[in-house]
């Protein structure tokens, strides 16, 4: 059913002074409805204005929804709740990428193209002896993965919905790979191949884990929880990175220059980075006595210190994500016999005492996925640097199927928005002589 050709479209009316003008409005599968503007601007002369796009609908998609009063996220109608504890990643992207739950024929053969496309050119390792060793792994990330479209010419043409889903395939199989490098790199470690035998999250920590000198085993449990962190991560709406690849891509540029300006913004510690700033700020509090004193500066109007991994822009109740990244805390922590962690304790009393402080009741501010992740990471062996990079891992195939699915919309148009200009009104140039 196409939401904007329903017989009962209802309209809203806007009204300046003595002047009114009608659009119509649009009812989704479930959800908010929106009001089309798009010809506000030919029809009133005016622009609307909604810096942050906190209730702005910048597209149509059939890919993820979330309700941030109820706390629920669906991954193409499924909970995220029951992907995670059911599926798996390879699955998750299948489901986010084709629509449906693949048949075991239909998973077979994607876990196959992507396991054989996990390997990436081997000129692209010549990329990271450029770097400082102690560069961030996301600068190195973002460098090579933009760096994909100098390699993958056969599949740039996004035209073409072969290439598109070549170039799709590509991406989601070779962003570990990559990530693995950054990791290597930053330790002075080789780089590990991956080994076509085992599955998408096993072969990432062998990746990263496995040195040539020895047998590697990954942990099952371990890969388990990658996996699961992995599907929690893959799509999220229209959330900064996610809207910055919809623009990006709105150009025409190639899909890899767009999952490049994707991991630029997923960096931002208000977004992806978040886990990062989440883990140092547990251990900057360091002990639960300390609480009191970064709750005060939290609320705060005049600090600009935030508590990392609380809030968020649509959960106004707990983060889905946030309850099954807390769980998964606690089994990694069980697995690599850490019965005491401190900044485990910290983030509990933290989020304890968050959850009961009339400040946080009223704004609605809750754990996200970042509260919890960070010390999970932390406990299964990677840098606090390289959170934000398994962030990027995991959301690539978010990017590229929300990329797809502009490029296939036949509606879609280059994105360029306009502006409330308040700046100086026209003036002469004013030669050197005559400045004061
Ligand atoms: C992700 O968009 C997505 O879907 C993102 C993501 C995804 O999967 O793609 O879910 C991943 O980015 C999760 C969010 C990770 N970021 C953080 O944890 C950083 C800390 N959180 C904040 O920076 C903030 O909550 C945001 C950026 C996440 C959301 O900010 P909004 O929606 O712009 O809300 P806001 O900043 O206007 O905050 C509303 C009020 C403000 O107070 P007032 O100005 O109204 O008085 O709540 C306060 C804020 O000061 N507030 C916080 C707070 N977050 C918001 N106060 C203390 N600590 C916080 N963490």
């Excluded at 989704?28 to 204005?49: A, E, H, N, R």
């Excluded at 919905?161 to 395939?169: D, E, F, K, Y």
């Excluded at 709105?250 to 999952?259: E, K, L, Q, V």
């Excluded at 609480?291 to 106004?316: N, Q, S, T």
């Amino acid at each position: 059913m196409d939401a904007k050709t329903g017989s009962n479209i209802k309209t809203a009316t806007l009204s300046v002074g003595d002047q009114s003008w009608s659009f119509p409005v649009y009812e989704g599968t479930v959800g908010p409805s929106v009001i089309d503007i798009s010809k506000l601007y030919g029809q009133t002369g005016m622009f609307t204005y909604d810096p942050g796009f906190t209730s702005t609908a910048s597209c149509e998609s059939k890919i993820t929804y979330i309700d941030g009063e109820e706390g629920v996220l669906l991954y193409r109608g499924y909970p995220i709740e029951q992907l995670a504890e059911r599926g798996d990643f390879l699955e998750t992207c299948y489901l986010l990428l084709y629509g449906d739950l693949p048949n075991a024929a239909q998973k077979q053969d994607f876990v196959k193209r992507v396991t054989y496309h996990t390997m990436v050119h081997e000129q692209m390792s010549r990329f990271f002896q450029g770097f400082r060793r102690d560069a961030h792994p996301m600068a190195i990330m973002t460098g090579c993965v933009g760096a994909l479209s100098a390699f993958y010419h056969d599949s740039t043409d996004i035209s073409d919905p072969h290439q598109r889903m070549v170039a799709s395939i590509r991406m989601i199989a070779k962003m570990p790979t990559l990530a693995a490098m950054a990791y290597k790199y930053s330790v002075g470690q080789p780089f590990m191949y991956p080994k076509n035998n085992l599955d998408y999250s096993s072969n990432f920590l062998q990746m990263c884990f496995a040195v040539p000198c020895e047998e590697y085993k990954p942990n099952p449990v371990l890969a388990r929880a990658m996996d699961r962190i992995f599907i929690l991560h893959a799509d999220h709406e229209q959330n900064a990175s996610t809207s910055t690849v919809r623009l990006a891509g709105s150009s025409g540029a190639n899909p890899f220059a767009c999952i490049a300006a994707g991991c630029a913004s997923l960096w931002g510690p208000a977004h992806g980075g978040a886990n990062e700033a989440a883990l140092k700020m547990l251990a900057e509090i360091g002990t639960p006595d300390r609480i009191p004193e970064f709750i005060k500066r939290a609320k705060d109007p005049k600090d600009p210190f935030r508590l990392m991994g609380f809030g968020h822009r649509v959960y106004k109740n707990y983060d889905p994500r946030a309850k099954i990244m807390q769980r998964t805390c606690h089994e990694v922590l069980q697995e690599v016999g850490i019965t005491h962690d401190p900044l485990l304790e910290v983030a509990m009393e933290l989020e304890r005492v968050a959850l009961n402080d009339e400040y946080f009741i009223e704004k609605k501010l809750y754990p996200n996925v970042d509260y919890y992740s960070g010390i999970t990471l932390k406990a299964m062996g990677f840098p606090t640097s390289m959170f934000t990079v398994l962030f990027a891992v995991a959301r690539t195939v978010g990017w590229i199927a929300q990329w797809k699915e502009m490029i296939e919309d036949p509606s879609q148009k280059i994105g360029r928005p306009r502006q409330l200009y308040t700046g100086a009104t026209r003036r002469d140039y004013v030669p050197m002589e005559s400045r004061k």
